[in-house]
C-alpha cells in the first residue's frame, strides 16, 4: 500500500453542513456587497485579536496597499522591506509609487534583523514593513525601537501570522498598524480576503474611504463630496460570511498548526546537518509551515518527494527578480538563509502519523 501524499498548503473549509445553509442564506438576501455580514465579521475579528479596531478588504494586498497609503508613503518616499516573503508584500510599496530599500534578515528565521533595519533609514525612510515569515514573530522589540527613533511607522505583513504571539499578546492585538490575509492557503481562507488591526480608531474612517473610491458611506450619496483617489477594496457579504463560519474554527485549526510546530521543534533537535529554525522565547510561532536549516537542502527536497512529503523554499527571495533590481545590494544574511532553508509541511491536515513519517524521512538521511 503506497501511503498518501503529504501536501505543504491545504484549504481548510468549515464543515458544509454549517456553511452551506450560511451562504445559501446571504446568497439570495438580495444584499451581497457589502453589508452587515461585513460588519458582523469585523467585529468577530476584531473582538478575537482582543478588542482591536479592524478594516476588511477584498486582499490582503488591497489591506497593505491600503496600510501604506493611510502612513502616507508615497512617490519619492523610501519603504524598508524585506525580499524573504511573498511578492504582494512589496508590490504594495510599488502600488505607491515608493522605493524599496531591502533591510537584511536573520540567517536562521529569515526575519528583519532589527541592526540591518536601522542603517537602512535615511531622511526619505517612511515606514519599515516587516513580515512575520512562515508565522514566526520578528522582533517586534528591536523592530518598534529602530521604527520610534527614526520616527517612521512600522507596518506588519502577518499574511503567514494569524494565530503567532509577541509577549504574550496575538501579532495584531498590539502594533500601529498590521495586515492579514485570507487567501485560499492561508490559515483562513475567505476564498481572498485581507484585514488590517489598527490602533487607533480614529483612523478608521480614512482606510474606509480609501478601500471605496474615497466615498464616505456614512453621508448621502448625492451630497457627498470626493477629494481623494479612493479604491475598490472593501470585502463583500459573501466572502464575510464565509470568514464568519470559519471564525468557529479558527481557534482549532491554529492550535493543530502550533501542535505540530512544537512536536517538530523538539522530534527534529538532535539531526546532524540540519536545525529546526529557531524563534525567541517571547515568540510563539504560529506554524504557517515549518522551517528547517538544511545542508543541501535540494537535495533533502528530493528525498522528502521520494517519501510523499510535499517540501519547499515556496517564496523566490523578491530581490531576484527584475521587477525589484533597482533596490539590488547585498544581502549575506539572506544568502545563508535562502540557501539552507526548506519548508515542511506542518498544518492542521498534518495528523500523528504524517508528523511521524516526515521525521522518519528526514532521519534516514539526504
Ligand atoms: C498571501 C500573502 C500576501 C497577500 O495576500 P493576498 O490576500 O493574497 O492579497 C501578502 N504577504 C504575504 C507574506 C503573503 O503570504
Request: overall charge negative; charged content about 20%; glycine content about 10%.
Amino acid at each position: 500500500m503506497t501511503e498518501p501524499q503529504i501536501p505543504l498548503f491545504r484549504v481548510s473549509m468549515p464543515p458544509r453542513g454549517e456553511l452551506m445553509p450560511r451562504l445559501e442564506q446571504v446568497l439570495y438576501s438580495g444584499m451581497v456587497g457589502e453589508g452587515e455580514e461585513v460588519r458582523k465579521f469585523e467585529q468577530r475579528f476584531g473582538d478575537w485579536l482582543g478588542g482591536r479596531p479592524v478594516l476588511s478588504f477584498s486582499s490582503g494586498t488591497a489591506a497593505l496597499h491600503t496600510a501604506l497609503m493611510m502612513t502616507g508613503v508615497g512617490p519619492g518616499d523610501q519603504v524598508i522591506s524585506t525580499a524573504m516573503t511573498a511578492e504582494p508584500s512589496n508590490m504594495a510599496i510599488r502600488h505607491c509609487g515608493a522605493e524599496i530599500v531591502w533591510a537584511d534578515v536573520d540567517p536562521m528565521t529569515g526575519n528583519l534583523d532589527p541592526t540591518s533595519v536601522a542603517a537602512a533609514i535615511s531622511a526619505r525612510t517612511k515606514a519599515i514593513l516587516v513580515v512575520h515569515y512562515g508565522g514566526h514573530p520578528a522582533d517586534l522589540d528591536g523592530l518598534r525601537r529602530v521604527a520610534a527613533d527614526a520616527g517612521v511607522m512600522l507596518i506588519e505583513d502577518a499574511a503567514h501570522a494569524l494565530g503567532a504571539r509577541w509577549r504574550g499578546l496575538p501579532i495584531g492585538g498590539s502594533g500601529a498598524i498590521t495586515m492579514f490575509s485570507f487567501q485560499a492557503i492561508k490559515h483562513m481562507t475567505t476564498i481572498d480576503g485581507g484585514m488590517l488591526a489598527i490602533d487607533d480608531p480614529e483612523r478608521l474612517p480614512e482606510g474606509r474611504r480609501l478601500r471605496w473610491f474615497g466615498i464616505d458611506r456614512q453621508q448621502d450619496r448625492l451630497s457627498v463630496e470626493v477629494s481623494e483617489v479612493g479604491y475598490k477594496y472593501h470585502m463583500n457579504n459573501v466572502t464575510a460570511a464565509i470568514g464568519l463560519a470559519q471564525m468557529d474554527h479558527i481557534d482549532g485549526v491554529i492550535a493543530r498548526h502550533t501542535d505540530n510546530g512544537r512536536w517538530f521543534d523538539r522530534a527534529l533537535a538532535q539531526i546532524p546537518g540540519l536545525v529546526p529554525s529557531p524563534h525567541p522565547p517571547h515568540a510563539e510561532p504560529s506554524y504557517w509551515f515549518y522551517t528547517v536549516l538544511a545542508e543541501r537542502s535540494a537535495d533533502l527536497q528530493r528525498a522528502l518527494a521520494e517519501a510523499g512529503i510535499a517540501s519547499s523554499k515556496i517564496h523566490r527571495r523578491n530581490d531576484l527578480h527584475p521587477v525589484f533590481a533597482s533596490s539590488k545590494r547585498p544581502l549575506p544574511g539572506l544568502d545563508r538563509f535562502w540557501e539552507r532553508a526548506l519548508h515542511i509541511p506542518c498544518g492542521w491536515w498534518v495528523d500523528d502519523a504524517a508528523r511521524e513519517r516526515i521525521v522518519a524521512a528526514i532521519r534516514r538521511g539526504w
